[in-house]
């Protein structure tokens, strides 16, 4: 074997190494510094690009704030919580990022780890010193409202994204051992996925302070900057030459709307809830089986058809999320990774129910072969004309949640009873209308936001009923035609 021919071998060889084992013998080798220098600029994600160019854009806009709350029972430690967090943001670059030009180009300037203080939310009538004589917290309802009040302030409270962190903590005192635990992140900096990594470590990292030992964590293969380099790099020309023949010509959905269309958006939202019980969702499930779906399809081809029925159009687009983990070294990172899919839709014809869903059956699976192509390079390579009156190219939205959340949803923390408690609306909305279900117990649950620039809450509460509506008809006679269904 030659030297070339022995080099390139070695060169595979290396290759082929999990990303830690690689790094770990370039940095034995004298390849890599031990660690980053502090202040190093690094590229931001295609993702992060455009959540920082619309952060610029409207800085006072909320609608890219991502909250989780949960209640927590028992003698809560705040030390040992502000020490979780701590570690936490120790661990993952990405959290103690700031966002800064650098030579006319946007970057993410990542700085030293520091401590990450958890903020005391006061509450009128309710003592923050837990020493204090207890009252009746904000159990009655004055403090409840109080509560939800200072809650709502927190998580709308915009982010500083180029001097400030990312992320941020607070406390609330309802009572006696019964706390509030309030986080917010910039979904500049997570997603989805990351918020059941962050509950996770946060569990581990306080229980290991309350124990007096190290956090069991798994080793991070890399961080979010060094994903978001390469993500730079990496060449969509296949991807973007589907997508362009995919969506040139997409027309925008145009819903009859209550308010003139101001000349800027404001991004100022609504929100409607929507609860199906089981036995209304079952028969458009079973649909979904017996026609090799899933219930993703089914569901999208139900928005479709209310959107297409209330707009009086057969062509528009559909932007849906998708985690875009591929790689297995992504799924212990917090970042956001997450990718939007423009699904164009195709309601020519009348077509029954059925036929409609076959169709969306076949543009969700070709998609997802090429969802790896950024939405903003997909933009750009479509060269969709800027227009600050209404979102590019997808003007709904739609969502089936079913990413890990098993953390998410946690019984304990450490000693600590813990359960979920829902974070209020941000009050803005990235998309004219947007549908967010999950599935449980309780039927097919969701939420329905709405752009108040457009749309009064008696308009979306017929959107969300007429949802509702087109699920429980074509479950139960999918051969109707779509202008008998709507």
Same mark, same amino acid.
């Given at each position: 074997?030659?030297?070339?021919?022995?080099?390139?071998?070695?060169?595979?060889?290396?290759?082929?190494?999990?990303?830690?084992?690689?790094?770990?013998?370039?940095?034995?080798?004298?390849?890599?510094?031990? !660690?980053?220098?502090?202040?190093?600029?690094?590229?931001?994600?295609?993702?992060?690009?455009?959540?920082?160019?619309?952060?610029?854009?409207?800085?006072?806009?909320?609608?890219?704030?991502?909250?989780?709350?949960?209640?927590?029972?028992?003698?809560?430690?705040?030390?040992?919580?502000?020490?979780?967090?701590?570690?936490?943001?120790?661990?993952?670059?990405?959290?103690?990022?700031?966002?800064?030009?650098?030579?006319?180009?946007?970057?993410?300037?990542?700085?030293?780890?520091?401590?990450?203080?958890?903020?005391?939310?006061?509450?009128?009538?309710?003592?923050?010193?837990?020493?204090?004589?207890?009252?009746?917290?904000?159990?009655?309802?004055?403090?409840?409202?109080?509560?939800?009040?200072?809650?709502?302030?927190?998580?709308?409270?915009?982010?500083?994204?180029?001097?400030?962190?990312?992320?941020?903590?607070?406390?609330?005192?309802?009572?006696?051992?019964?706390?509030?635990?309030?986080?917010?992140?910039?979904?500049?900096?997570?997603?989805?996925?990351?918020?059941?990594?962050?509950?996770?470590?946060?569990?581990?990292?306080?229980?290991?302070?309350?124990?007096?030992?190290?956090?069991?964590?798994?080793?991070?293969?890399?961080?979010?900057?060094?994903?978001?380099?390469?993500?730079?790099?990496?060449?969509?020309?296949?991807?973007?030459?589907?997508?362009?023949?995919?969506?040139?010509?997409?027309?925008?959905?145009?819903?009859?709307?209550?308010?003139?269309?101001?000349?800027?958006?404001?991004?100022?939202?609504?929100?409607?809830?929507?609860?199906?019980?089981?036995?209304?969702?079952?028969?458009?499930?079973?649909?979904?089986?017996?026609?090799?779906?899933?219930?993703?399809?089914?569901?999208?081809?139900?928005?479709?058809?209310?959107?297409?029925? !209330?707009?009086?159009?057969?062509?528009?687009?559909?932007?849906?999320?998708? !985690?875009?983990?591929?790689?297995?070294?992504?799924?212990?990172?917090?970042?956001?990774?997450?990718?939007?899919?423009?699904?164009?839709?195709?309601?020519?014809?009348?077509?029954?129910?059925?036929?409609?869903?076959?169709?969306?059956?076949?543009?969700?699976?070709?998609?997802?072969?090429?969802?790896?192509?950024?939405?903003?390079?997909?933009?750009?390579?479509?060269?969709?004309?800027?227009?600050?009156?209404?979102?590019?190219?997808?003007?709904?939205?739609?969502?089936?949640?079913?990413?890990?959340?098993?953390?998410?949803?946690?019984?304990?923390?450490?000693?600590?009873?813990?359960?979920?408690?829902?974070?209020?609306?941000?009050?803005?909305?990235?998309?004219?209308?947007?549908?967010?279900?999950?599935?449980?117990?309780?039927?097919?649950?969701?939420?329905?936001?709405?752009?108040?620039?457009?749309?009064?809450?008696?308009?979306?509460?017929?959107?969300?009923?007429?949802? !509702?509506?087109?699920?429980?008809?074509?479950?139960?006679?999918?051969?109707?035609?779509?202008?008998?269904?709507?």
């Amino acid at each position: 074997m030659t030297v070339p021919d022995r080099r390139e071998a070695l060169r595979r060889r290396l290759a082929d190494l999990p990303p830690d084992r690689r790094e770990a013998l370039l940095r034995s080798l004298g390849r890599l510094p031990d !660690a980053e220098p502090a202040g190093r600029a690094w590229p931001l994600s295609p993702g992060q690009e455009r959540l920082w160019f619309l952060s610029r854009f409207a800085p006072g806009d909320t609608g890219y704030h991502t909250p989780w709350c949960v209640r927590l029972r028992g003698p809560l430690d705040p030390g040992a919580l502000e020490a979780a967090f701590t570690r936490i943001a120790e661990r993952h670059e990405v959290l103690r990022t700031r966002f800064r030009m650098v030579a006319d180009t946007p970057a993410q300037i990542v700085l030293p780890p520091s401590p990450v203080p958890v903020e005391r939310i006061a509450i009128p009538g309710v003592p923050e010193d837990p020493e204090q004589p207890d009252t009746e917290g904000a159990e009655g309802a004055e403090g409840a409202e109080g509560a939800e009040g200072a809650l709502a302030a927190f998580v709308n409270r915009p982010f500083d994204l180029e001097n400030g962190p990312p992320l941020r903590a607070g406390l609330i005192r309802l009572g006696e051992d019964d706390t509030l635990l309030c986080i917010v992140l910039h979904h500049i900096v997570v997603d989805g996925w990351s918020l059941d990594v962050l509950m996770r470590e946060l569990a581990e990292c306080y229980a290991a302070r309350r124990e007096g030992r190290e956090p069991e964590l798994e080793e991070l293969p890399t961080q979010y900057p060094r994903y978001a380099a390469r993500e730079r790099e990496r060449d969509h020309t296949a991807h973007l030459a589907y997508w362009t023949g995919r969506l040139t010509g997409a027309p925008a959905l145009g819903l009859p709307a209550d308010h003139l269309r101001p000349p800027r958006r404001t991004g100022n939202g609504g929100r409607e809830h929507l609860l199906l019980p089981p036995d209304d969702v079952a028969p458009l499930e079973r649909l979904a089986r017996e026609s090799r779906c899933t219930s993703f399809m089914a569901l999208l081809a139900a928005y479709q058809a209310m959107l297409g029925g !209330a707009a009086g159009q057969h062509d528009f687009c559909v932007g849906v999320p998708v !985690a875009g983990r591929s790689a297995g070294e992504l799924a212990p990172l917090i970042g956001y990774f997450g990718n939007t899919l423009a699904l164009r839709a195709d309601l020519s014809g009348d077509p029954t129910f059925r036929e409609l869903l076959l169709r969306v059956r076949e543009v969700t699976l070709s998609a997802m072969r090429h969802a790896d192509a950024p939405f903003e390079a997909v933009l750009a390579a479509l060269r969709v004309p800027r227009d600050i009156s209404r979102p590019p190219l997808c003007q709904a939205m739609f969502n089936l949640h079913n990413l890990p959340k098993g953390d998410l949803l946690r019984t304990s923390m450490g000693d600590l009873d813990a359960e979920h408690h829902p974070a209020p609306p941000t009050a803005h909305t990235k998309a004219e209308i947007s549908v967010d279900v999950w599935r449980g117990p309780e039927g097919l649950g969701g939420v329905l936001d709405y752009s108040r620039d457009l749309f009064t809450p008696a308009t979306a509460r017929r959107f969300a009923d007429a949802f !509702a509506h087109v699920v429980r008809r074509a479950g139960a006679d999918p051969d109707r035609r779509l202008s008998e269904l709507a």
